[in-house]
C-alpha cells in the first residue's frame, strides 16, 4: 500500500532565504506526483505536475525534482517571500489507470518571517 | 486547465440537517472526485463521480451518507446527510481528464462547521 510521507511538518524561514520541501513514497511504482499549495481554509493549487519518465519541472522560483528509485521528490523555492507561507502537499499517482486512488501526503505547513 | 466553482464556499450547518454541496466545470472532464479534508489532516478521498451511474465510495465512506449526484459532464453535487460534528470538515471537488495522467485541479472548498 503506498504512503506518503511529508517531512518536516512545519517550517519557518527568514524571507529571502531558498528552501527544499521534502515528500517521499514507499512504491515507486508511480504514474506522477503532483505538488500542491493550500491556504488556510481554502482549495488546492496545482503548482508542477512531474510524470514518471521526467527527473525535474520548474515554474519561476518553484523547483521540484523526482527520483522515483529512491522514492523521493523535492520541492525546492527560490527567494522566498512572505506570500509564499501556506501548506505544500505532495501527492502519487499510482501505476494503473483505474478509478483515482491518487494518495496525498499530510503537507509541510511553511510560513516565510518578512 | 479547469476551473471549479464550489457552492457553498462556507456554511455553519445544525446537527442532524443534510446539506449539499455544488461543483461546476468549466469544461467537459472524464472523473470528477469528492475530497474531505478534516481539520489538520490530509486529503480523502470520498468517492468517485460516474458520470451516468452511481458513484464509486471508498472504504469507509456510504452512499447513505454521502450521497453524489453526476448529470453531466460538468457538474455534480454531494450530500452531507444527517450531519454531526464529526462531519466539520473541508469538502474539495477535483478533476482530472485521463485517470490518473493528468494535472488534477481543486475546487476551493466548502468548509462545513457543524454545530
Known amino acids: 500500500k503506498q504512503e506518503v510521507t511529508q517531512i518536516p511538518a512545519a517550517l519557518s524561514v527568514p524571507e529571502g532565504e531558498n528552501l527544499v520541501l521534502n515528500c517521499s513514497f514507499t512504491?515507486?511504482?508511480?504514474?506522477?506526483l503532483q505538488w500542491f499549495r493550500q491556504d488556510p481554509g481554502k482549495g488546492l493549487t496545482s503548482l508542477l505536475l512531474i510524470q514518471s519518465s521526467q527527473r525535474e519541472q520548474t515554474s519561476g522560483r518553484l523547483n521540484a525534482s523526482l527520483d522515483k528509485s529512491s522514492g523521493r521528490s523535492t520541492l525546492y523555492i527560490a527567494a522566498s517571500q512572505p506570500g509564499d507561507s501556506a501548506t505544500y502537499l505532495c501527492a502519487v499517482g499510482p501505476s494503473y489507470s483505474s478509478a483515482s486512488k491518487i494518495i496525498f501526503g499530510s503537507g509541510t505547513r511553511l510560513s516565510i518571517r518578512p | 486547465s479547469a476551473v471549479i466553482s464550489q457552492k457553498p464556499s462556507r456554511d455553519i450547518c445544525q446537527r442532524g440537517t443534510s446539506l449539499t454541496i455544488q461543483c461546476q466545470v468549466d469544461?467537459?472532464?472524464?472523473?470528477m472526485f469528492w475530497y474531505r479534508q478534516q481539520p489538520g489532516q490530509s486529503l480523502t478521498l470520498i468517492a468517485t463521480?460516474?458520470?451516468?451511474?452511481?458513484?464509486?465510495?471508498e472504504s469507509g465512506f456510504v452512499i447513505d451518507k454521502f450521497p453524489i449526484s453526476r448529470p453531466n459532464l460538468t457538474f455534480s453535487t454531494l450530500t452531507v446527510s444527517n450531519m454531526s460534528p464529526e462531519d466539520s470538515s473541508i469538502y474539495l471537488c477535483?478533476?482530472?481528464?485521463?485517470?490518473?495522467?493528468?494535472?488534477?485541479?481543486f475546487g476551493e472548498g466548502s468548509w462545513l462547521t457543524v454545530v
Open positions: 463521480a460516474n458520470q451516468g451511474s452511481e458513484a464509486t465510495y
Open positions: 477535483s478533476v482530472s481528464d485521463v485517470p490518473p495522467g493528468n494535472t488534477i485541479y
Open positions: 512504491d515507486s511504482a508511480i504514474y506522477n
Open positions: 469544461s467537459q472532464v472524464t472523473m
